[in-house]
């Protein structure tokens, strides 16, 4: 509670005070739990009547927790809600809805196989007879959709949508059902930076109309350039809030983390500046992918002719907007889906066969979903800390019950596990808790080569500079690194040469040295490969 | 505490969906005019009352064990084997071929041993079908081993039926060797109860998967893919393989079961002495959390229901016992969700 003091205090919270503006909604004294982690504990946040008003923290503060309790997802454990004035609390999404409250999720919530038209209606169907009117539901939704200046194809299949338009799509399916206060989580994560800017259009026109807009981000730029006043959020507790005209990115980034922090565009002047590194560089490549290519489920093609070499002693980040074949890259080099043509070669050899031939071949990979690939949820730290080696850890196929024990209590120890119990469920710990297990276990393999696919996603600061502390180190032991993060100021802050990733190809490969936001966002974005073209 | 909370976690469930399944009985019996007090105690009393109705209990439960274990140890691996019906129809009929075919003289400790792997090869043979179309082709197990049971059961009938029956019967020869010993042997109160030493091999059968699932990697890897085959597949783990070996190990798992009518009870194979253990090994799975000990108490749960139901027919229909048992079914898949639902909350409380 100190820090919450100190900030009332420091007057940060007055900056913030309400001058008059209604109060469309504010949740206050909120608390919510889940099984041991504390995601908002007396959490408060007062938005006013038709601003753009900025959610921000770092991962794992609380504040989607938050926005879901306001939205009606979560009931909370204490505190109340109220909408213009009346108490709400405990609400159902139903009844937030109805009430015109609409949450736009970080993951989309549409029917792929359905057309845009088809999915913003669904629930509010317009009808001839009892048939489906689709041309009045698409002359409707357009109509919707011109109205706040949100370009969508109306009659197009959400499962052939952009990342971007598919969020635009989200965003019309709230507004046709009458949103008046908007919550977007984390909107920007899966967009270029072209799509961000007609993003912000979008909410300045619905702002413009009298829509309320939340916006959930970590980003400091964002807030700054887009809302009116800004509420943060530090380890699920509101800690400060102000209006964005009467304050500096420095002073936010000191709420979030409560002390004094270096800012992105101060890196190259901090140690996390990459060095050059050519001392450290082999002459013979670690990894090496000839022209392959790699297919969706679907069969469309992800990875299009893709070549790349990365030499031990160097971090090759990748960037790109997500969904131009970076999951899909990673799992091809991880031996856990197959390359319809080309060949991938570790430290000169072909690479064949399953994940296990690719372990053994000396691959450690951080895999981008732990929830799904990286742990088995309802084992508990010291089998998970196996998983993928539990060849060295069972002898004529009987597991080494000691030596599995072992083993995790020393790394639990390394890596600051927590809480450090062996026999604790992994499903169980905090989103950074659980990362470190993946960690532990890939970092202390025999390896070569370490595929890091978003290693920090969903983690919290502390354990984001162990996991950076320890991929730099890989590097300067001479190994290989190839990463893939959807955070640019990550891939930025690590890599030693930068490849961007755009439509299943490599549009530019640059050194650190050269690579700036600007150039990297043209070749995300392809501006850049279609003009060379 | 941890193991103390997981102890808590697992047994809950199925406690509390026996407490449902006894109030809503008592209702149903109240219903019929009868004191649900009256009609406990006789159900007790048939079964675990008295020598002969225990070894009944003891003879039932332990195909329901081998069944139990087979559908347990594929759901351990995800796969649902709704197959075990036709698997101990093809474990019994192999048993009883292979104690046909071997030679009179032969001595027990050798012909039980072949007896026993004739009926797990014949299910696994069954089991390995849906395994192989699931791990080559991605078909679902549960419409493959459904179909699976009406082709074996079909063919066995005809087989039988046509070709290798006593005139007259729908029965094979007895075997000429093979024959389990009945426990009224060594428990002369047992007498005229089938129970035979099947019930120590369902045990250490029971025992063996306790140590394959958590002991050997070999159950490490299964359980995962069961959790999480992205995961397993992660791991190192071939899915589709640990699908298929699954999927057999289940088939002979419930082959084997087909040993304690066909080599401890008749001595020859009949047509329909399934009779529906195999599907009810889906329930005992279910009630014993897919865990081997829990099967093997759930095992003689329904034993007992199905035993102690016979006793209670002066009072009661018998058929309130397909209805309990099947309440119990209901109220067991209700509460594992509630349960856990309920012990998080406590936890946060306490917390």
């Known amino acids: 509670m100190s820090d919450h003091d100190d900030a009332m205090t420091g007057g940060v919270m007055a900056g913030g005070a309400m001058t008059g503006a209604k109060v469309a909604i504010a949740a206050r004294g909120i608390t919510k739990r889940f099984g041991a982690l504390v995601a908002n504990n007396l959490a408060d946040i007062v938005v006013a009547d038709g601003e753009i008003h900025a959610?921000?923290?770092?991962?794992?503060?609380?504040?989607?927790?938050?926005?879901?309790?306001?939205?009606?997802?979560?009931?909370?454990?204490?505190?109340?809600?109220?909408?213009?004035?009346r108490d709400v609390t405990g609400w159902s999404t139903a009844t937030a809805i109805?009430?015109?409250?609409?949450?736009?999720?970080?993951?989309?919530?549409?029917?792929?196989?359905?057309?845009?038209?088809?999915?913003?209606?669904?629930?509010?169907?317009?009808?001839?007879?009892?048939?489906?009117?689709?041309?009045?539901?698409?002359?409707?939704?357009?109509?919707?959709?011109?109205?706040?200046?949100?370009?969508?194809?109306?009659?197009?299949?959400?499962?052939?949508l952009t990342v971007g338009e598919a969020q635009r799509a989200e965003i019309v399916k709230t507004l046709y059902r009458g949103a008046r206060l908007l919550i977007l989580d984390e909107p920007t994560a899966v967009l270029s930076p072209p799509e961000v800017q007609d993003l912000w259009k979008v909410l300045r026109r619905l702002r413009a109309e009298g829509t309320t807009v939340v916006v959930i981000t970590h980003k400091l730029d964002e807030v700054m350039e887009i809302s009116d006043r800004v509420t943060v959020m530090r380890h699920g507790q509101t800690v400060a809030r102000m209006s964005t005209a009467d304050t500096t990115p420095r002073d936010i980034a000191r709420a979030m983390v409560g002390r004094d922090v270096v800012l992105a565009g101060d890196v190259p002047a901090v140690s996390a500046a990459p060095t050059a590194r050519e001392d450290a560089v082999a002459s013979k490549p670690v990894l090496e992918l000839r022209n392959i290519t790699v297919a969706r489920k679907d069969g469309t093609p992800a990875v299009s002719g893709l070549s790349l070499d990365v030499f031990g002693g160097e971090i090759v980040g990748i960037a790109g907007v997500e969904g131009n074949g970076q999951t899909e890259l990673i799992e091809a080099i991880a031996g856990l889906s197959s390359v319809q043509s080309g060949d991938i070669a570790l430290n000169g050899q072909v690479l064949k066969g399953t994940a296990r031939d690719r372990y053994d071949a000396g691959i450690a990979h951080v895999p981008e979903d732990r929830h799904q690939r990286g742990l088995v949820l309802e084992y508990d730290i010291s089998d998970n800390l196996i998983l993928g080696r539990q060849r060295e850890y069972s002898r004529r196929g009987v597991l080494d019950r000691d030596a599995i024990r072992q083993n995790a209590v020393e790394k639990i120890e390394q890596f600051d596990i927590r809480p450090a119990?062996?026999?604790?469920?992994?499903?169980?710990?905090?989103?950074g808790n659980q990362q470190k297990i993946v960690i532990a276990r890939e970092m202390t393999r025999t390896f070569s080569l370490l595929l890091a696919a978003q290693p920090t996603r969903g983690v919290d600061v502390g354990a984001i500079e162990m996991i950076h502390r320890r991929i730099r180190a890989v590097r300067d032991e001479g190994k290989a690194v190839l990463l893939v993060s959807a955070d640019l100021a990550e891939v930025m802050a690590l890599s030693d040469r930068i490849a961007v990733l755009y439509k299943g190809r490599i549009a530019a490969i640059l050194p650190r040295a050269e690579a700036t936001e600007e150039i990297l966002g043209a070749f995300m974005t392809g501006v850049v490969a279609e003009a060379a073209q | 505490m941890n193991w103390l909370n997981r102890a808590v976690e697992a047994l809950l469930p199925p406690l509390l969906a026996l407490l449902v399944a006894l109030?809503?009985?008592?209702?149903?019996?109240?219903?019929?005019?009868?004191?649900?007090?009256?009609?406990?105690?006789?159900?007790?009393?048939?079964?675990?009352?008295?020598?002969?109705?225990?070894?009944?209990?003891?003879?039932?439960?332990?195909?329901?064990?081998?069944?139990?274990l087979a559908v347990a140890i594929g759901l351990r691996a995800g796969v649902f084997n709704i197959g075990a019906e036709g698997q101990l129809a093809a474990g019994g009929f192999m048993a009883a071929i292979a104690g046909l075919w071997l030679p009179a003289g032969m001595p027990l400790l050798l012909a039980i041993p072949v007896c026993i792997l004739a009926a797990a090869a014949g299910g696994a043979a069954v089991g390995a079908v849906p395994g192989v179309l699931k791990a080559k082709f991605g078909a679902h197990e549960v419409i493959v081993t459904i179909m699976m049971n009406f082709i074996v059961l079909a063919l066995l009938n005809?087989?039988?039926?046509?070709?290798?029956?006593?005139?007259?019967?729908?029965?094979?020869?007895?075997?000429?060797?093979?024959?389990?010993?009945?426990?009224?042997?060594?428990?002369?109160?047992?007498?005229?109860?089938?129970?035979?030493?099947?019930?120590?091999?369902?045990?250490a059968a029971a025992a063996a998967l306790w140590w394959l699932l958590f002991r050997m990697r070999a159950g490490y890897e299964l359980r995962a893919v069961g959790l999480q085959p992205q995961a397993a597949e992660y791991g190192g783990v071939n899915v589709r393989r640990v699908w298929f070996a699954a999927l057999t190990l289940s088939g002979a798992i419930a082959g084997i079961g087909g040993i304690n009518y066909v080599l401890g009870y008749k001595g020859y194979y009949e047509e329909g002495f399934a009779?529906?253990?195999?599907?009810?090994?889906?329930?005992?799975?279910?009630?014993?959390?897919?865990?081997?000990?829990?099967?093997?108490?759930?095992?003689?749960?329904?034993?007992?229901?199905s035993q102690g139901g016979l006793a209670i027919h002066a009072l009661v229909p018998k058929e309130i016992v397909d209805v309990l048992q099947a309440v119990l079914i209901i109220a067991m898949a209700v509460s594992v969700p509630e349960v856990r639902r309920l012990l998080g909350q406590v936890r946060r409380d306490v917390a």
């Open chain 1, 55 to 85: 959610l921000v923290g770092e991962n794992g503060a609380g504040k989607s927790t938050l926005m879901r309790v306001l939205s009606g997802m979560y009931a909370p454990d204490a505190g109340t809600i109220e909408y213009h004035g």
């Open chain 2, 158 to 203: 005809y087989v039988v039926a046509s070709h290798l029956n006593v005139p007259e019967t729908l029965h094979t020869p007895d075997i000429q060797t093979g024959g389990l010993t009945r426990l009224s042997e060594f428990v002369p109160a047992f007498h005229g109860s089938a129970a035979n030493t099947a019930f120590f091999i369902v045990l």
């Open chain 1, 421 to 431: 119990t062996p026999d604790a469920i992994a499903g169980r710990l905090s989103g």
């Open chain 2, 275 to 305: 009779g529906g253990a195999g599907y009810l090994g889906i329930a005992v799975a279910l009630v014993g959390r897919n865990h081997p000990v829990g099967v093997i108490f759930a095992a003689l749960l329904f034993a007992t229901m």
């Open chain 2, 23 to 68: 109030v809503l009985g008592d209702l149903l019996i109240m219903s019929v005019g009868q004191n649900p007090g009256e009609v406990y105690r006789l159900l007790i009393e048939g079964s675990w009352g008295n020598p002969w109705g225990f070894a009944q209990v003891i003879f039932k439960a332990t195909t329901l064990a081998f069944t139990g």
């Open chain 1, 98 to 160: 109805g009430e015109g409250v609409g949450m736009v999720h970080q993951h989309f919530m549409l029917v792929p196989t359905l057309t845009v038209a088809e999915n913003v209606v669904l629930g509010h169907e317009i009808r001839r007879g009892p048939m489906l009117d689709r041309a009045g539901a698409e002359r409707a939704v357009a109509e919707v959709a011109a109205r706040s200046g949100l370009d969508v194809p109306v009659g197009r299949r959400v499962s052939e």
